[in-house]
């Protein structure tokens, strides 16, 4: 089974920017697809970043330019760096991995069959 944590949350000041970390254990993780999601207090869950097992990375219009994904194999670990933070950018962001997919990255948070438990960004104006 696939255990996700997420680590590198935090408060920060507008305008500044941090870097997600989701360490990952399991034996599918090298070929499998990975997904940054976000979700603020009475808000649905949106997705943020995807990227596959051959590191072709995906994000929606929304959030291209400021967030990027990455992944370090070796580790084990893919990144969200995340720039320029805005407060609406504040939540709590969850890693997440489709297990059975090496290639297809998917924006629906249904596709999607283990969770971290997340990490809290809160960003001050």
């Known amino acids: 089974q696939v255990q996700l944590v997420e680590s590198g949350g935090g408060l920060v000041q507008a305008g500044e920017s941090l870097r997600l970390s989701c360490a990952a254990s399991?034996?599918?993780?090298?070929?499998?697809?990975m997904a940054w999601f976000r979700q603020a207090p009475g808000k649905e869950r949106e997705f943020v970043a995807g990227i596959n097992g051959k590191n072709n990375t995906f994000l929606t219009e929304s959030m291209k330019g400021r967030f990027s994904i990455s992944r370090d194999s070796a580790k084990n670990t893919v990144y969200l760096q995340a720039n320029s933070l805005k407060p609406e950018d504040a939540a709590v962001y969850s890693c997440?991995?489709?297990?059975?997919?090496?290639?297809?990255?998917?924006?629906?948070?249904?596709?999607?069959?283990?969770w971290g438990q997340g990490t809290q960004v809160t960003v001050s104006s």
């Open positions: 997440a991995t489709a297990s059975r997919f090496a290639d297809f990255v998917s924006p629906h948070a249904v596709a999607y069959d283990y």
């Open positions: 399991g034996r599918t993780f090298i070929e499998s697809v």
